[in-house]
């Protein structure tokens, strides 16, 4: 597949920014090929975990941290310096397998008062959280939005964030494969604010669960969130990346091309060994 994942660190978005003037623009991939379609240079859909796992501090703080992003100097100006000088965006929550819901459609962020604007939009949203973590549903759910998004970008991105391994629904692997398939780039935003439980379905590790099992694409990396502090940092460093579309050298970090170094079914299996009925599709 030409995966390779990447370990950030949270510092350094300016010089993120920077950097970013001296890299050539990426291979074209597209998807929507109307010939009304707006280019722009990434198209990004927004995967949010809502579920029970997530409480609803962190969901506020993941809430803020796009809010904030999308209001920075930091992300204004990584969006000035691209071809087009213009993304597309869509936000959506997911929990189970057949729950998502879109919270923002497809919306156009070509400077600082649309950018206002669809982060005022997003902060008035209201909040909610359901049952279950399927990651694959997500995933599943996102590729077709670039299909008839009204946008044709340089890149297509699904950016997830989310505070467990996938435990309902398609396995993990195979569906990132999927999406990977279709030219789509996956990144990863793990939250590992808790220690989990003895006899939980929540894993150690899930950083490298991330890296190894959720993301991947061209220069596909994951951000984790290790403290309630690093919230709003860490989500505003990567959606300034995500908008860079690349990352210096010094911060590079390339995942192994071995076997994984986590099952990429645990979560699937301590769903299982809990309460029985995984069929692991």
């Known amino acids: 597949m030409g995966r390779r994942s990447l370990y950030l660190g949270l510092g350094g978005a300016l010089a993120v920014i920077a950097a970013v003037a001296a890299w050539a623009a990426p291979t074209p991939r597209l998807a929507d090929r109307s010939p009304t379609a707006v280019p722009v240079d990434v198209e990004l859909v927004i995967a949010v975990d809502v579920s029970y796992s997530m409480d609803p501090d962190e969901q506020a703080l993941q809430r803020e ?15 000035r310096q691209g071809p087009n000088g213009a993304i597309a965006a869509t936000y959506f929550e997911w929990a189970g397998q057949n729950d998502q819901k879109i919270l923002l459609p497809w919306r156009l962020i070509n400077g600082a008062e649309a950018a206002d604007a669809v982060a005022a939009e997003l902060a008035s949203l209201p909040y909610r959280r359901a049952s279950r973590t399927s990651i694959s549903g997500g995933l599943r ?8 998004s009204g946008y044709r970008g340089l890149r297509r991105v699904i ?22 398939a279709a030219g789509i780039t996956i990144n990863g935003l793990p939250i590992m604010l808790k220690r989990p439980l003895p006899g939980s379905v929540d894993i150690e590790n899930l950083d490298i669960y991330y890296e190894d099992c959720v993301v991947g694409g061209p ?10 502090a690093e919230f709003i940092k860490a989500t505003r460093t990567k959606l300034i990346l995500e908008i860079a579309g690349r990352m210096p050298e010094p911060h590079v970090i390339p995942a192994s091309s071995a076997a994984p170094r986590i099952s990429c079914t645990i979560g699937e299996q301590r769903w299982r060994d809990r309460f029985g009925g995984y069929d692991f599709r």
């Open 219 to 228: 220069g596909a990396f994951v951000v984790p969130i290790r403290e309630r």
């Open 141 to 148: 759910f996102a590729k077709p939005l670039f299909d008839n």
């Open 159 to 180: 950016d997830v964030s989310g505070d467990g391994a996938n435990n309902d629904g398609a396995l993990i692997q195979p569906t990132r494969d999927d999406v990977l």
């Open 65 to 79: 941290g796009y809010v904030q992003a999308l209001r920075s100097p930091e992300f204004l100006q990584a969006l």
